[in-house]
């Protein structure tokens, strides 16, 4: 996300209800910084400072100051910082200023859509109240004591912006009948010798988009389906290993399966992947996903369908133009399929393994809070 100074100044007038941000530095020059002895007598220091109703874009600030004082504060500047991180400084672009100017209003303010809020994000946050003088300057309070909170992950509405992205794109339907699943030979071993015959739900690594909820939470195991347009048939190529659990598309997707959006991502290449999850009714990951994600109606969506014709037969089929990736989130027993070896290549420059997402990428981003 490149964000110059001139687009920063068209995202304040358009959000602009209560609050009046413009970046610190322009401000504060001259007599405010100089004799700011004057102000620390008379400002109230914010103090007791309570961040509430966090979201990936927004969150509510309150603190408590001295009511004899308040009447002289026109202003609070507010020291929004990402909290240090040794990998963090790679890109210049990070370090521009982040101290915010806002107009002082009935506490608790709301902070939204600002340019450098971002979902899953530590921050540090203080308060100074600030009083506009007839010359323009400002005379400033003490800093208040540093706080710390993390914003919310996607919430639904993001994630449903998501989703219509991703339907965009995700092309024709492909007939499909197994999912599979390609791991090393140790995988399957692991699973027989240790896990009673099992494939084990594991939690979701970090690929895909920062803030998704599914990354570091939900438990699952990941299948593909996309098939080949000229076969009909799984590629036989896989960047996960050479050896494939195969099972029939019915046995994990039976009628009382619910289908959840999770995910819309790309990492620098010309393929888009579509995340779906894939949970039984009523199970631990149904009740995690049914609470964050968009549900899809299994029958009509563009991703991923099961419909049962007349005469009894279900048909399952798959978006052609994205690769999906389905997290299961129950057990999978390796006899419900068959295990075997592939003939193919193992792709590894095709893993999504905490994959980073491409955030310059207009076909799968969405502008949060904009
Ligand atoms: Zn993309």
Known sequence: MLVGGHSCASIYRETLSIFDFRPYPFFLTGKAEDTGVV??????????????????????????????????????????????????????????????????????????????????????VAVQTASKQTDGDYAVSEWSDIVEFCTADYSSVHLTQLLQKA???????????????????????HCRDVLGGRMMPSVKDNSGSHGSPLSGK?????????????????????????????VPAEVLFPPDTRLYFGDFYCMYTAYHYVILVLAP??????????????????????????VCGEDGRVVFQHAQD?????????????????????????????????AKKDPSCKTCNISVGR
């Open 39 to 124: 102000g620390m007598e008379e400002l109230p220091v914010a103090r007791n400072i309570k961040i509430s109703n966090i979201t990936c874009d927004s969150f509510k600030i309150c603190w408590d100051m001295d009511p004899h004082t308040k009447e002289k504060i026109t202003h609070y500047f507010i020291d929004l910082n990402k909290k240090e991180n040794k990998n963090s400084n790679k890109f210049k672009h990070k370090d521009v200023p982040t101290k915010l100017v806002a107009k002082a209003v009935p506490l608790p303010m709301t902070v939204r859509g600002h340019w450098f809020l971002s979902p899953r994000t530590e921050y540090t």
């Open 167 to 189: 339907e965009v794109i995700a092309g024709r339907m492909l007939k499909f009948s197994v999912f599979y699943r390609n791991q090393h030979e140790e995988y399957f071993q």
């Open 218 to 246: 939900l438990e699952g195991i990941v299948f593909s389906c996309n098939t080949e347009f000229n076969t009909g048939q799984p590629p036989q190529d896989s960047p996960y290993g050479r050896v494939r659990f195969q």
């Open 281 to 306: 009714r009523g199970s631990s990951g149904d009740l995690y996903c049914s609470e964050r994600l968009p549900e899809l109606d299994v029958t009509n969506n563009r991703f991923l369908t099961r």
């Open 322 to 354: 994205v690769i999906l990736e389905l997290i299961y989130t129950e057990p999978v027993p390796l006899a419900q399929g068959t295990v075997s070896q592939i003939s193919g290549h193992q792709l590894m420059s095709l893993s999504t393994i905490n």
